[in-house]
């Protein structure tokens, strides 16, 4: 604070939260030098437009963790009783944020400002002032009743720890009263997991006129070009053709121009941090709130085939073909889920008709979902735990998958012995996946799935590692189409089903000759 004032002048500027965050506290920059705190443009782009609940997309270094940060430390200074939480993605996040920017802003506020306002305890994650009110950084608010709260990168959260985002929806969120203050923000990290849904409802909900109520989140996306330092000045960076065509549909999409110097910085980090991969680019550095999602795939085992599909254009209308039977791939569960996809082979093509799944339910539900599609079932894939006995709820017996399912009418069932090497069931899913065909309607959840199967992620040494992620919910779908890769092949099911017959009945009775009893 620099400027002089008066006392009255000054009485008066310290009774505006937005005068003193523009004015008191001094942060560390990128270059790590003290500089007081003065807004950015995407910054000053969020206060204008802050509502209660506050839901941010955004681009990486953007400010907007700092800057709320700020925000809660300057309410528990100049408001009485006033309890802000921070919940960061980790601990050690946690500890980084409260030391480098809540406690350095607390320790070089100018003294004449704090009206004998100080600290009655501290500690490694929270500041409590003699007030009443305090500023806590945590890796957990769960149980917690803040009056402000701030959800930091909600989406890598998600991503590698999906019950804790779970649990900060259910739990801190809850914690939050209806006159109180919340920010929930992040870069993207795939296009599953809570923060996801909640940017893509919020999108949607916009989409279609609605009016935020007082318990609805305010969406707010900030891109690369919200910030003003990201622009090279006399660059000899190449912008081809390409990205030029990609600059004009952001402009016009955007209603904004982006200078020569925009477009060449935006190619050299590209080049240059991304090895000019575009995905990871969308990823960190996004156009437009959907980019940021539709591209954010890092971890996932199907990214480059599922690219190869949609290049050449395999994700299109395949409606199901009279005459020719359907075969299905399962993963069986019922205390969790089952996911069935459904298949027919012909003129020489391997089209996926159909994805369905369901979850915690008993065989007969999947049974009777099967037969309200109609068709005329050849042979059944199940995975070799198929065989194993299980417990069921209604006799008290115990009996195998396979056996019950005969007992509902299937026939045609082969169990497909178990691969020992996860690996190579997957690499044959990879290597078979680009030549399918799926329908780009029926399957759509299939497809989500399959987009997002990824691997596990390695808290001890931060990064993934090769072993399926099972608790995001898209391995039975991704099990489910290893039984193709597996188990199938043409010459066994065309052994199996006689398709001639199947002609014939499927004018009169659809469960008669394939594969219902």
Not at 402 to 412: F, V, Y
Not at 476 to 483: G, K, P
Request: aromatic share 12%; net charge neutral; glycine share 8%.
């Amino acid at each position: 604070m620099s400027e002089q004032y008066t006392r009255e002048e000054l009485k008066k500027c310290l009774g505006s939260w937005r005068w003193r965050l523009e004015h008191l506290y001094h942060i560390v920059d990128k270059s790590g030098k003290d500089v007081q705190f003065i807004p950015n443009r995407a910054q000053r782009k969020f206060l204008d437009n802050l509502g209660h609940r506050n839901l941010v997309l955004k681009g990486r270094q953007i400010g907007l963790t700092t800057c709320w940060a700020l925000i809660q430390l300057d309410q528990a200074i100049f408001r009485d009783n006033t309890r802000t939480v921070i919940q960061a993605q980790d601990k050690v996040t946690a500890g980084a944020l409260f030391r480098n920017t809540i406690v350095y802003a607390w320790e070089h506020l100018p003294p004449v400002v704090l009206k004998g306002r100080h600290t009655i305890s501290d500690s490694k994650t929270m500041l409590e002032f003699n007030n009443g009110s305090s500023i806590e950084v945590t890796g957990s608010a769960r149980g917690q009743t803040p009056f402000m709260l701030h959800i930091s990168e909600l989406g890598k959260t998600a991503a590698r720890y999906p019950g804790k985002a779970r649990e900060v929806m259910t739990g801190s969120i809850t914690g939050l009263p209806k006159d109180g203050w919340g920010c929930i923000e992040s870069t993207a990290e795939g296009k599953d997991g809570v923060f996801a849904d909640l940017v893509l409802e919020a999108i949607k909900r916009l989409e279609a006129g609605h009016v935020p109520g007082p318990l609805d989140w305010k969406f707010h996306f900030f891109s690369w070009f919200d910030m003003d330092e990201y622009s090279l000045d006399d660059s000899e960076e190449v912008v081809s053709p390409s990205d030029d065509e990609y600059f004009a549909t952001i402009e016009t999409r955007n209603g904004i121009t982006l200078s020569r110097g925009q477009r060449q910085w935006y190619c050299s980090i590209r080049r240059n941090n991304y090895g000019g991969d575009p995905q990871q680019m969308h990823q960190e550095f996004p156009s437009f709130a959907e980019e940021a999602f539709d591209q954010s795939t890092e971890g996932c085992w199907f990214t480059d085939q599922m690219k190869v599909l949609r290049r050449n254009g395999r994700i299109i209308d395949v409606p199901w073909q009279r005459g020719y039977p359907v075969h299905t791939f399962w993963d069986i569960g019922r205390s969790d889920g089952t996911g069935i996809w459904f298949f027919q082979h012909r003129d020489g093509q391997d089209n996926f008709i159909r994805y369905y799944e369901d979850w915690e339910q008993e065989w007969d539900v999947y049974v009777a979902a099967m037969q309200r599609f109609g068709y005329v079932f050849g042979t059944h894939f199940l995975p070799h735990d198929a065989d194993h006995k299980r417990q069921v709820k209604t006799s008290g017996q115990a009996n195998t998958a396979k056996k019950m399912l005969e007992d509902l009418g299937l026939t045609n069932i082969v169990v497909v012995p178990r691969t020992p090497d996860k690996m190579v069931s997957i690499n044959k899913a990879r290597t078979k996946l680009p030549n399918v065909w799926f329908d780009k309607t029926n399957c759509a959840d299939g497809i989500k799935h399959l987009d997002c199967y990824g691997k596990t992620w390695d808290t001890r040494h931060s990064c993934w590692i090769d072993i399926p992620d099972k608790s995001k919910g898209h391995s039975e779908c991704a099990d489910a189409w290893m039984q193709f890769s597996d188990g199938y092949s043409v010459a066994q099911t065309t052994k199996l089903v006689d398709i001639s017959n199947m002609i014939t009945t499927q004018q009169t009775n659809p469960f008669i000759g394939g594969g219902w009893r």
